[in-house]
């Protein structure tokens, strides 16, 4: 990698000159932790940029000039990177339409200010604190196969949105892994809603749950209503080795009123094991969402050992 330093520098120098739009980056091959070279940076024509396998500089030491002005979409993926790196990129982004992170080497924070993003992606990666604290133009927020940070303890990973006026879609939420947080109230299953709880704006919902698990299960009423104008509900059902209680129809019945559900008008199981809690569940649905129109249950696929 050494050799090809002065090589790098003259291609990113040569992309610079020529106003490149689109650029996917990516290191190989590996080890990891080769840094990024800062003349990325001066990339400045880049609408749409992938970095792939790559350690980010220092970007406190980058010039004042090193800026993506007409960046529009980032994709990050095996990147390992400090909270300030992540926080630089947003900063000198400031038409920044689509941020998509995979598999980071490092737990993903982020306090997110911007006025731009509409898409925010975060998969195969560990989450540290999601604050989503002033995105006006925020329409998704889409987790996938994310897990609890693995620095600072086996803590949850705590979503806060603050202002999302337009955030239509979020997902996937999983009990056992995030702990979600609107405004200063954090939900839980004893939580009391209140206007300031209540996200409006929200169509679609995506939820990964444990169905066999209690004390999961008990969160998810008063997170669903959060969301009263859910139109289309996915529910991806997680495996449990040990269970750990039943959820019989009438504690639905009971912890969701109507209104958490009204707007239901498609709802899709994904992983349907057929087991008595998944059934619960399904039966309240069918009997509390009123205008359902379409009910899926997409079967997992279970092994011989199973």
């Known amino acids: 990698m050494d050799m090809n330093k002065k090589q790098i520098k003259k291609w990113m120098q040569l992309i610079a000159d020529k106003g490149v739009q689109e650029l996917a980056f990516i290191n190989r091959p590996w080890p990891l932790d080769h840094p990024l070279p800062a003349t990325l940076f001066s990339c400045t024509s880049l609408t749409s940029l992938h970095i792939g396998a790559w350690k980010f500089p220092n970007t406190a030491a980058l010039p004042d000039a090193a ?29 920044l339409e689509s941020l998509t992170i995979i598999a980071s080497k490092t737990d993903v924070r982020l306090s997110l200010v911007s006025h731009s993003l509409r898409c925010l992606q975060l998969g195969l990666s560990s989450l540290g604190d999601i604050a989503v604290a002033d995105a006006p133009r925020l329409e998704r927020l889409l987790l996938w196969m994310t897990q ?54 929200v169509r679609t919902l995506a939820l990964e749950v444990h169905f066999e698990v209690r004390n999961e299960i008990k969160t998810v009423p008063s997170f669903l209503k959060c969301f009263p104008n859910v139109e289309t509900l996915h529910v991806k059902s997680m495996k449990v080795d040990k269970p750990t209680g039943k959820v019989k129809l009438n504690f639905w019945q009971e912890a969701c009123p109507v209104e958490c559900v009204q707007h239901v008008k498609t709802l899709v199981i994904h992983q349907f094991k057929g087991n008595k809690n998944e059934h619960a569940f399904i039966k309240f649905m069918g009997e509390r969402a009123r205008v359902l129109e379409n009910l899926k249950a997409m079967a997992a696929f279970m092994s011989t050992s199973d």
């Open 67 to 95: 800026a993506f002005p007409h960046l529009k979409e980032l994709f990050l993926s095996v990147i390992t990177m400090k909270d300030r790196d992540l926080a630089f990129l947003l900063d000198r982004s400031p038409v």
């Open 148 to 201: 609890r940070r693995r620095v600072g303890g086996n803590k949850f990973s705590r979503i806060k949105i603050g202002n999302a006026p337009n955030l239509s879609m979020l997902g996937y939420w999983h009990p056992g892994q995030h702990e979600l947080q609107i405004g200063d109230t954090i939900i839980e299953a004893a939580t009391k809603l209140s206007p300031s709880t209540i996200i409006a704006s």
